[in-house]
């Protein structure tokens, strides 16, 4: 026996998923990198809570060693405390009205629950996809470009445990 139960969450109303032209190849790691450090501050400007995610911990490094050093006062980088101690300070920095922002390996992100203001804007930087001839990649490969097409895909920033 088998039962279909609908979801709580609202995902229509939950977010909007942007993808920016970032005029840089992913493939192209130096100029990939050099593109997130430049429009990054933009991209996330006005948002309180930010989760930004890496596939890379030296494109995450990168992009934070090359942010401006007044930007990287804001910024929670994995690694640097202990993933409790991370979070509880971005809250913290939040909850004080000031902008705060988290860098984070995808693990990071694992078991994390970030309601409202914490989590205002979710940046992926590199969607990791392992072979492109995967069929289980190229299929969820063409599912985000569908929903890219469309501009309606949506959701929270709960990541799921």
Not at 70 to 97: C, M, P, Y
Not at 129 to 158: Q, T
Request: proline content about 7%.
């Amino acid at each position: 026996m088998t039962a279909v139960v609908p979801s709580p969450f609202h995902h229509a109303d939950a977010g909007v998923l942007r993808v920016p032209d970032l005029k840089a190849d992913p493939r192209d790691a130096p100029a990939h990198t050099a593109a997130i450090i430049r429009d990054l501050p933009a991209l996330v400007e006005g948002s309180r809570g930010t989760l930004v995610l890496f596939s890379s911990r030296k494109q995450m490094q990168d992009v934070f060693d090359g942010l401006d050093r007044d930007w990287r006062k804001q910024v929670f980088i994995q690694g640097n405390l202990s993933k409790q101690e991370t979070l509880n300070k971005h809250k913290a920095r939040v909850d004080g009205g000031d902008s705060s922002v988290l860098f984070g390996l995808a693990s990071f992100a694992e078991g994390v629950d970030l309601p409202g203001a914490y989590c205002e804007h979710v940046v992926i930087a590199k969607i990791p996809f392992s072979v492109p001839d995967d069929p289980v990649e190229a299929a969820l490969a063409e599912w985000i470009e569908a929903r890219v097409a469309i501009h309606s895909w949506k959701s929270p920033c709960r990541m799921p445990r």
